[in-house]
Structure formats: structure tokens, C-alpha cells
Antibody
Framework: EVQLVESGGGLVQPGGSLRLSCAASEFTFSSYWMHWVRQAPGKGLVWVSRIKGDGSHTIYADSVKGRFTISRDNAKNTLYLQMNSLRAEDTAVYYC???????????WGQGTFLTVSS | QSALTQPASVSGSPGQSITISCTGTSSDVGAYNYVSWYQQHPGKAPKLMIYDVSKRPSGVSYRFSGSKSGNTASLTISGLQVEDEADYYCSSYTRSITWVFGGGTKLTVL
């Protein structure tokens, strides 16, 4: 079964850092663009970042630009999101998502929850 | 990038049809046919229901259909079933090479 499993969420103080991971299985990970999408408690979905299959191209939402870094290790079939200078408004469930090659999100992980609070 | 505009809630009775609108701008919905729709049940991850405005992924019921006119996309669910009760989100690729979601619509099946 095609699957994405996120990990690494937790409680972080404002200004702190954290790295999320997403393990992919049962598909050729390196062939797909991948995204991070987040959802604050009780709120809607917000796109965060995208990375090309070979890791050569990345792009970010303005709200995280300069603070978050998306990366991938295709040998380990793993996607990452390094988050620095965290703010309370970054509190959310973070989903790892596969792009279906026509700019839609066809496979979602179960999400990992980040809380930024003192 | 502002969120796409969706109604906060819609409702319908089993067997009826409902339509959820998703309004953007000429820089997103109106610019490309890369509009997609997602269903999210409470506590669950979203599920892709429609992509490329009107295409259904394998396994998604024919009762779900999509369309677009200008800067507004629409999701129609026909033959409403109790299990369709969920939150629905639209999304669009944008000219800025980013993605934007709608604020979400809560569907209640009465």
C-alpha cells in the first residue's frame, strides 16, 4: 500500500527549531514532487512548501520563507521539513503530501502535530 | 496569497444534490485547470476527490463531479449519502508557482 508516515512533531518554545520527517513506501519516491501542507486546530488547510523529485527545486509559502527548509533523501525515501524561528502561529498538524504530477495532492500522511508554546 | 472563497456550510438531505462553490482570481482558479477538491472527515487526513477541475481519481464515486467557469470552480455531490458528511476544501495552483486552498465548507447531511 502506498503510504506516507510523518514523525517529529511535538512541543517547542517560540523561537525554537524542529525537524519533521516523512517516510514514504510502496512507490518510487524519487519520481514525485512532494509537499508539506499544514492545518491549525479548527482551521483550514494551508500549503507550506514543495520540492522536486530530485531535490533540485524548492518553493515556500511567504509565511514560512526564510524560516523553513524542505529537503529529501531519496536513498532513504524520506522527506524533511526543517523549521526554525518557530512562532505560535506555526502550531498545526503538518501533513506530508504526494503530488500526482498534475498539481494535486493524491496521497496524504496521517499528520504530525506541532505545538509552539512557552 | 489570499485563500479561495468557499461557503462556510452547506446542507442537504439523503438523495439530494448539493454544490459547493470555490471563488478565486485570474491568478489562480481562472488561470489554470489545476483545481482540485478534498474531503476531510473529523480527525482524518484529507482525501483527493477531484483534480484537474473535473477528473475523478480511481475509487472515487461517480456521484462527485467538478466544473469551472471563469474564476469560480464548483463541486457537485449527487445522491447525497450520510457518509458524505465532511469538510470539503478546494485548491488551485497559482501564477506564483504556489498553491492556495479554500477556507473549507462543512457539509451536513440532514
Amino acid at each position: 500500500e502506498v503510504q506516507l508516515v510523518e514523525s517529529g512533531g511535538g512541543l517547542v518554545q517560540p523561537g525554537g527549531s524542529l525537524r519533521l520527517s516523512c517516510a514514504a513506501s510502496e512507490f518510487t519516491f524519487s519520481s514525485y514532487w512532494m509537499h508539506w501542507v499544514r492545518q491549525a486546530p479548527g482551521k483550514g488547510l494551508v500549503w507550506v512548501s514543495r520540492i522536486k523529485g530530485d531535490g533540485s527545486h524548492t518553493i515556500y509559502a511567504d509565511s514560512v520563507k526564510g524560516r523553513f527548509t524542505i529537503s529529501r533523501d531519496n536513498a532513504k525515501n524520506t522527506l524533511y521539513l526543517q523549521m526554525n524561528s518557530l512562532r505560535a502561529e506555526d502550531t498545526a498538524v503538518y501533513y506530508c503530501v504526494r503530488d500526482n504530477d498534475v498539481w494535486a495532492f493524491d496521497i496524504w500522511g496521517q499528520g504530525t502535530f506541532l505545538t509552539v508554546s512557552s | 496569497q489570499s485563500a479561495l472563497t468557499q461557503p462556510a456550510s452547506v446542507s442537504g438531505s439523503p438523495g439530494q444534490s448539493i454544490t459547493i462553490s470555490c471563488t478565486g482570481t485570474s491568478s489562480d482558479v481562472g488561470a489554470y485547470n489545476y483545481v482540485s477538491w478534498y474531503q476531510q472527515h473529523p480527525g482524518k487526513a484529507p482525501k483527493l476527490m477531484i483534480y484537474d477541475v473535473s477528473k475523478r481519481p480511481s475509487g472515487v464515486s461517480y456521484r462527485f463531479s467538478g466544473s469551472k467557469s471563469g474564476n469560480t470552480a464548483s463541486l457537485t455531490i449527487s445522491g447525497l449519502q450520510v457518509e458524505d458528511e465532511a469538510d470539503y476544501y478546494c485548491s488551485s495552483y497559482t501564477r506564483s508557482i504556489t498553491w492556495v486552498f479554500g477556507g473549507g465548507t462543512k457539509l451536513t447531511v440532514l
